[in-house]
């Protein structure tokens, strides 16, 4: 156990532990099932064999069948399901193996859950969550490397947040399970192992549409979230070791509601912004995010916003093309120094 | 209220399955219906709610081509039996889905025919305040949890409801409507599928009335026997002349019953007729004859039910005056939707969002496009 460096002075700082992305995601999944009978989880394989990628691990032996349900490989069954039983106040947490899988649920998503608030002029509310993993970089080619989060951040009804620390993971599911509002909580393959310093008292979460500094700096604004934020914080580490290049990283956090003021104000001190994503870019998060910086900072700004994601193209099985493909370090790297004028 | 573990079934689903394969009572659409199974259910009560559908539906026509109605409109004229009956089986505290062709399930489930109207006309009181028109009118009080749009969308949301009751402990059943079109959707055997295994109260009503717009049953339907499709899920299923209040009624407080007491869905299937075509801006004739029209409104379940009352031995004046009451009842539901205000456009965004967003959204306001600033965050999202 450790105290979190950067508690703000003057207050008691946070008790907290060192635990993976996964353990943090499980944890708040066990504060809230225990605080709230009204919460529980629906998914394939989230009992019986604890998870496909292991979050809901021990909770049926914790809660129960009713409370931590296995469903069968359904998925606009069982998410059309949590729409229901939101709609009568129940809290679930409906759990998609993948991303991609949701895809097959987009209706129950998007002409549904979105929906329910405006449609039905705000007497009905929908506190469904749907947590899923996305992200590619493992070799499991087109079908199952993507990230569409755009997608789903484009429709209005949703909230969509996407954490890229254990800290996060946590403080972000527990606002999504407390919210009355559909929300998608875009967990990520790779992050699932990496650690972080998480905040132990139950009552502590995330707020929804707040990004963060992840990293200060003044040359570069790189704004990205969920994995595409690791990426972006080591190139901002090698390119201060090896250029003397400060490279501020902004994490997004939400997706929508977009904190732009966070962004912005970034943008407007170091003057450059370079949006990355795992997904493709076109039509893609940093497309929004190039709207909104030109409008918001058009004084402020020293050069062309920039998009880097995914190469345009399902994603492939060899290794060397995969990493290819992926918003890389190298890419990032070059994107910045091309920014700056010091490659070409 | 206690809550209940909705993993523990309550009820041998396998050993209930086999009355599935008994024959339902009538022939498919296009077939000669059997006579009814229980007659006497005329009573001037009904007859007055299923006439002032009638009424309501014929009236939403003429207003829809007077242009104060827009967007789908999708009459039920025909169905008002089915529509009735399955209402009045359901209890208060039961709750109430179904598809797009929803004006007559509103008012029978009590929905004043004022915010229905209202609604329709895209005015501020109505019961979706104007947001949801003709396809998605609503009452939470009512226990209706919405009229929707997406053929088949329905469904896995009433078994998530059924869920829910379970849940909460409480002893009540969904009732969830759809049409002939929405069998053939994953959702259907999605939905049911979750409904079977998990033993939830819900009850299919599929709404047979011989076509999906202009397909019929037969060119749709491998097994168009549709109530058969339940066996797939060792559900009960059955089949009931629709067009016939006292077997409507009967089958649907049977299901409904059976339903709360022992948490066994069950798909009923009733077959009745559309007499309209699939929206106002159909005239029903390219895939159906005049004549094929003409035969099935001989069998008019209002008309049924108006003989049977006054072979029971009330005066043709009782009736009419029935009758005007209807009229009159839409007529003031008529005027009132008039008069009622459009819904404040500073307010569009209004209940999005739950109380508490607007603060999650505020930091979005910087860059936002044009107007936006105005019309959506200033416009009550969830604030
Ligand atoms: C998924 C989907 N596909 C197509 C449509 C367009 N559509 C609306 S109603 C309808 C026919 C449905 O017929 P049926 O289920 O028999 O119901 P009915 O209209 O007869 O009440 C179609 C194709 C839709 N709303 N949703």
Not at chain 1, 109 to 116: E, G, Q, W
Not at chain 1, 307 to 328: C, D, F, I, Q, S
Not at chain 2, 56 to 61: D, H, K, N, Q
């Given at each position: 156990m450790t105290m979190l460096a950067d508690a703000p002075a003057g207050r008691t700082p946070i008790e907290t532990a060192s635990m993976t992305y996964r353990e943090a995601l499980r944890m708040a999944l066990r504060e809230e099932l225990a605080a709230d009978e009204r919460v529980f989880i629906m998914g394939e394989e989230v009992g019986v064999f604890d998870g496909a990628y292991k979050v809901t691990a021990g909770l049926l032996a914790e809660f129960g069948a009713d409370r931590v349900r296995d469903t069968p490989i359904s998925e606009e069954g069982f998410v059309g399901a949590g729409v229901g039983a939101a709609m009568l106040g129940e809290r679930p947490v409906v759990e998609i193996m993948t991303l991609n899988f949701l895809l097959v649920a987009m209706d129950q998503v998007v002409n549904h859950a979105a929906k329910i608030g405006a449609m039905f002029g705000g007497q009905l509310r929908c506190p469904l969550v749907i947590r899923t993993p996305n992200g590619a970089g493992n070799q499991l080619t087109a079908q199952h490397s993507q990230s569409f989060d755009q997608y789903f951040a484009h429709v209005p009804g949703m909230k969509v947040v996407a954490p890229a620390s254990a800290t996060d993971a946590k403080g972000l599911l527990k606002s999504a399970i407390r919210d009355d509002d559909p929300v998608l909580v875009l967990e990520n393959l790779r992050l699932y192992t990496e650690k972080g310093d998480v905040p132990l008292d139950p009552s502590h979460t995330t707020p929804i549409g707040l990004a963060h500094v992840a990293r200060e700096g003044s040359d570069l604004t790189i704004v990205s979230h969920s994995y595409a934020t690791v990426r972006a914080r080591q190139v901002a580490e090698r390119l201060s070791a090896e250029h003397g290049v400060e490279v501020e990283v902004v994490d997004l956090r939400s997706l929508r509601p977009l904190d732009v003021e966070t962004v912005a104000a970034s943008v407007s001190k170091t003057g450059r912004a370079l949006c990355v994503e795992e997904g493709w870019a076109t039509y893609g998060v940093g497309a929004e995010l190039a709207a909104r910086i030109q409008h918001a900072c058009f004084d402020d700004l020293d050069a062309p916003v920039e998009r880097l994601g995914m190469a345009e193209v399902p994603l492939p099985y060899a290794k060397n093309l995969e990493t290819a493909a992926l918003p890389n370090a190298g890419r990032i790297e070059r994107a910045v120094l091309r920014m700056l004028g010091l490659a070409r | 209220m206690p809550r209940s573990d909705s993993a523990a079934p309550t009820a041998d689903r396998r050993a209930l399955?086999?009355?599935?394969?008994e024959p339902g009572p009538v022939a498919g659409a296009g077939g000669a219906p059997a006579k009814g199974?229980?007659?006497?259910?005329?009573t001037i009560e009904r007859y007055e709610r299923m006439v002032l559908i009638r009424e309501l539906e014929t009236e939403s026509e003429r207003q829809y081509k007077a242009a104060r109605i827009g967007g789908y409109c999708h009459l039920s004229s025909g169905q008002e039996a089915i529509t009735v009956a399955a209402a009045e089986a359901l209890r208060s505290d039961d709750l109430l889905v179904t598809g797009y062709r929803s004006h007559g399930f509103a008012l029978a489930r009590g929905v004043p025919p004022e915010a229905v109207m209202a609604e329709l006309f895209g005015r501020r009181s109505g019961c979706a305040r104007g947001r949801g028109g003709s396809m998605h009118l609503l009452d939470v009080e009512r226990g209706y949890y919405g009229g929707w749009g997406i053929v088949a969308g329905q469904l896995p949301i009433a078994t998530g409801l059924a869920l829910g009751l379970v849940r909460q402990g409480r002893p009540d059943a969904v009732l969830c409507e759809l049409g002939d079109?929405?069998?053939?959707?994953?959702a259907w055997h999605e939905a049911l599928n979750l409904a079977a295994l998990w033993d939830l109260p819900v009850v299919f009503l599929v709404i047979n009335n011989g076509y999906g717009m202009g397909t019929s049953v037969e060119r749709a339907s491998a097994e168009p026997e549709l109530w058969r499709r339940a066996s797939a899920f060792r559900m009960h299923g059955e089949r009931v002349d629709g067009d016939e209040l006292g077997a409507s009624l009967e089958a649907c407080e049977r299901l409904l019953e059976r339903a709360r007491s022992e948490r066994l869905p069950a798909v009923l299937e009733a077959v009745t007729y559309r007499y309209r075509g699939h929206s106002v801006a159909d005239a029903g004739l390219a895939y159906r004859t005049k004549d094929e029209v003409a035969t099935r409104r001989e069998r008019d379940p209002i008309a049924r039910v108006r003989r049977e009352l006054l072979a029971g031995g009330l005066a043709e004046a009782q009736l009419d005056a029935a009758d005007e009451r209807a009229r009159a009842v839409v007529e003031a539901a008529c005027a009132f939707a008039e008069a009622d205000p459009e819904p404040d456009v500073t307010e569009l965004a209004a209940g999005m969002h739950a109380p508490g967003s607007a603060q999650q959204f505020a930091r979005m306001l910087p860059g936002s496009p044009l107007d936006e600033r105005e019309l959506v965050f200033a416009g009550g999202l969830g604030s």
């Amino acid at each position: 156990m450790t105290m979190l460096a950067d508690a703000p002075a003057g207050r008691t700082p946070i008790e907290t532990a060192s635990m993976t992305y996964r353990e943090a995601l499980r944890m708040a999944l066990r504060e809230e099932l225990a605080a709230d009978e009204r919460v529980f989880i629906m998914g394939e394989e989230v009992g019986v064999f604890d998870g496909a990628y292991k979050v809901t691990a021990g909770l049926l032996a914790e809660f129960g069948a009713d409370r931590v349900r296995d469903t069968p490989i359904s998925e606009e069954g069982f998410v059309g399901a949590g729409v229901g039983a939101a709609m009568l106040g129940e809290r679930p947490v409906v759990e998609i193996m993948t991303l991609n899988f949701l895809l097959v649920a987009m209706d129950q998503v998007v002409n549904h859950a979105a929906k329910i608030g405006a449609m039905f002029g705000g007497q009905l509310r929908c506190p469904l969550v749907i947590r899923t993993p996305n992200g590619a970089g493992n070799q499991l080619t087109a079908q199952h490397s993507q990230s569409f989060d755009q997608y789903f951040a484009h429709v209005p009804g949703m909230k969509v947040v996407a954490p890229a620390s254990a800290t996060d993971a946590k403080g972000l599911l527990k606002s999504a399970i407390r919210d009355d509002d559909p929300v998608l909580v875009l967990e990520n393959l790779r992050l699932y192992t990496e650690k972080g310093d998480v905040p132990l008292d139950p009552s502590h979460t995330t707020p929804i549409g707040l990004a963060h500094v992840a990293r200060e700096g003044s040359d570069l604004t790189i704004v990205s979230h969920s994995y595409a934020t690791v990426r972006a914080r080591q190139v901002a580490e090698r390119l201060s070791a090896e250029h003397g290049v400060e490279v501020e990283v902004v994490d997004l956090r939400s997706l929508r509601p977009l904190d732009v003021e966070t962004v912005a104000a970034s943008v407007s001190k170091t003057g450059r912004a370079l949006c990355v994503e795992e997904g493709w870019a076109t039509y893609g998060v940093g497309a929004e995010l190039a709207a909104r910086i030109q409008h918001a900072c058009f004084d402020d700004l020293d050069a062309p916003v920039e998009r880097l994601g995914m190469a345009e193209v399902p994603l492939p099985y060899a290794k060397n093309l995969e990493t290819a493909a992926l918003p890389n370090a190298g890419r990032i790297e070059r994107a910045v120094l091309r920014m700056l004028g010091l490659a070409r | 209220m206690p809550r209940s573990d909705s993993a523990a079934p309550t009820a041998d689903r396998r050993a209930l399955a086999d009355s599935s394969d008994e024959p339902g009572p009538v022939a498919g659409a296009g077939g000669a219906p059997a006579k009814g199974a229980a007659g006497g259910a005329a009573t001037i009560e009904r007859y007055e709610r299923m006439v002032l559908i009638r009424e309501l539906e014929t009236e939403s026509e003429r207003q829809y081509k007077a242009a104060r109605i827009g967007g789908y409109c999708h009459l039920s004229s025909g169905q008002e039996a089915i529509t009735v009956a399955a209402a009045e089986a359901l209890r208060s505290d039961d709750l109430l889905v179904t598809g797009y062709r929803s004006h007559g399930f509103a008012l029978a489930r009590g929905v004043p025919p004022e915010a229905v109207m209202a609604e329709l006309f895209g005015r501020r009181s109505g019961c979706a305040r104007g947001r949801g028109g003709s396809m998605h009118l609503l009452d939470v009080e009512r226990g209706y949890y919405g009229g929707w749009g997406i053929v088949a969308g329905q469904l896995p949301i009433a078994t998530g409801l059924a869920l829910g009751l379970v849940r909460q402990g409480r002893p009540d059943a969904v009732l969830c409507e759809l049409g002939d079109g929405a069998v053939n959707m994953g959702a259907w055997h999605e939905a049911l599928n979750l409904a079977a295994l998990w033993d939830l109260p819900v009850v299919f009503l599929v709404i047979n009335n011989g076509y999906g717009m202009g397909t019929s049953v037969e060119r749709a339907s491998a097994e168009p026997e549709l109530w058969r499709r339940a066996s797939a899920f060792r559900m009960h299923g059955e089949r009931v002349d629709g067009d016939e209040l006292g077997a409507s009624l009967e089958a649907c407080e049977r299901l409904l019953e059976r339903a709360r007491s022992e948490r066994l869905p069950a798909v009923l299937e009733a077959v009745t007729y559309r007499y309209r075509g699939h929206s106002v801006a159909d005239a029903g004739l390219a895939y159906r004859t005049k004549d094929e029209v003409a035969t099935r409104r001989e069998r008019d379940p209002i008309a049924r039910v108006r003989r049977e009352l006054l072979a029971g031995g009330l005066a043709e004046a009782q009736l009419d005056a029935a009758d005007e009451r209807a009229r009159a009842v839409v007529e003031a539901a008529c005027a009132f939707a008039e008069a009622d205000p459009e819904p404040d456009v500073t307010e569009l965004a209004a209940g999005m969002h739950a109380p508490g967003s607007a603060q999650q959204f505020a930091r979005m306001l910087p860059g936002s496009p044009l107007d936006e600033r105005e019309l959506v965050f200033a416009g009550g999202l969830g604030s």
